[in-house]
């Protein structure tokens, strides 16, 4: 069964740091792209940074880039995601999801996209 548990997430003052941490299981990262996604109340749900299956392709929008970095470490099947210079703007509820093989290279940027979602950490940046 494939299952995608984040962690990591709490209160933080805007310039701070946080690392979430999406911890897999049931496969292995090499076979699946993994996407860090956030929602805001009433906003619609965006990404803010993929990592491909096994070609370290990664993408970061341009509201992120800079400030955070996706990692990878297979030993332990988890994906990380490194906030830094953390703004009042990026309070959401972060997901990660795996997507088994609807993009061919690199990684998505939809939701669409992804198969296998997480149930999220809350992120909230105090100004």
């Known amino acids: 069964e494939v299952q995608l548990v984040e962690s990591g997430g709490g209160l933080v003052q805007a310039g701070g740091s946080l690392r979430l941490s999406c911890a897999a299981s049931g496969f292995a990262l090499d076979d699946y792209a993994i996407g860090w996604f956030r929602q805001a109340p009433g906003k619609e749900r965006e990404v803010v940074s993929c990592i491909g299956a096994g070609d370290g392709i990664r993408y970061y929008p341009g509201s992120v880039k800079g400030r955070f970095t996706i990692s990878s470490d297979n030993a332990k099947n988890t994906v990380y995601l490194q906030m830094n210079n953390l703004k009042p703007e990026d309070t959401a509820v972060y997901y990660c999801?795996?997507?088994?093989?609807?993009?061919?290279?690199?990684?998505?940027?939809?939701?669409?996209?992804?198969?296998?979602w997480g149930r999220g950490t809350q992120v909230t940046v105090s100004s």
């Open positions: 999801a795996a997507d088994s093989g609807t993009v061919v290279a690199g990684c998505g940027d939809q939701s669409y996209y992804y198969d296998y």
